[in-house]
């Protein structure tokens, strides 16, 4: 576990609202990055961990295979799933991976995606509680941006097991982070 | 371009009706890869390319966004895409990275993926034209299975402009690939 640093969390139950997104589209103070206090700001510096939880449904999985085009049976059919050694159907390993940028742009809008390394270690299946854990491990400025190294990873079920590993790279418009408080 | 060995194509336009899925779910000929006849079955190689062409419209970024909770205005803003240096909204990357693994999977119904590295080198616009090539350099037999690497890149609008590459390892039943005509 990398949890030195400054902790925070995002939870989907306490975060930003699916429904207001629908409606809104894109709330404005996704837009402006600067539209939040300074009281409540804080600038990213190495070692920092930015985390997020989220339960992927039956639901997630087809809204996914809809815009992904991959309705690979494994994640459909038990059967399937069963044949290739899983216990039950597995939720799309690049739908898991997803919460990285997710996680980096919640926190950085306007957040650039350079890179990203992906293992896939252990089955995620529908209905695991899966915390998503990114943490800053280099940072570099040029031209007034910030290059930043995350190690990512996904644990799931409150245990240790590590289902998800790798790197991200990103570009940073700045270091100030957004706070939950902000998205809700 | 890595174009040797056989070359098999599918396009959203001729392959699985997104309808169609919708109202099975999931067709029965994905759920038993032993449905199409061995006339045209052809078993995978090292240096075998597959690919894939897809438009990314608004909708799909929209519908990505639903599912993934990346609301990154960069994907929804044409000033903040602009402002970060880009000429038009952009198409999430990970969302672009979701082609390796339906690719795969569609000629491969049952692949599990095991890793995946990913380089966004150039912006992926709404409305480009995505080409995703998916190519076999190693393969390995392992208990009755296939433990097999691909090269995964996308180039756009026609050109030689790589916007993603990085490399795939997936773990295939078998080694007989569905053809185009069967997912017709």
């Known amino acids: 576990m990398v949890e030195s640093g400054s902790i925070l969390e995002l939870h ?5 609202s699916e429904t207001m997104l ?3 589209f894109v709330p404005r ?17 190495v070692g920092d961990v930015l985390r997020e939880a989220r339960v992927f449904s039956s639901e997630d999985v087809k809204g996914y295979a809809e815009v992904s ?7 459909f059919d038990q059967e399937s799933a069963r044949k290739a ?23 950085f809008p306007g957040a650039v995606y350079v890179s990203q390394t992906l293992h ?11 915390l998503g854990i990114v943490q800053a491990t280099t940072l570099r400025e040029t031209k007034n941006k910030y290059i ?17 590993d790798g790197e991200a790279t990103a570009i940073l418009p700045n270091l100030e982070m957004l706070q939950p408080s902000h998205l809700e």
Chains 1, 2 share one sequence.
């Open 85 to 107: 050694g899983f216990e039950n159907r597995l939720v799309h390993g690049m739908l898991v991976s997803s919460m990285f940028p997710r996680i980096i742009s919640a926190h």
């Open 148 to 164: 930043v190294k995350f190690s990512t990873k996904c644990i799931k079920n409150h245990s240790e097991l590590v289902v998800l």
């Open 29 to 45: 103070h996704l837009l402006d990055s600067r539209c939040f206090s300074s009281v409540n700001s804080k600038i990213l510096k």
């Open 120 to 130: 896939f270690r252990s089955p995620v299946y529908i209905g695991d509680d899966i």
């Open 69 to 75: 085009h991959d309705w690979n049976p494994l994640h």
């Open 22 to 24: 629908a409606k809104t």
């Open 12 to 16: 989907s139950q306490c975060g930003i």
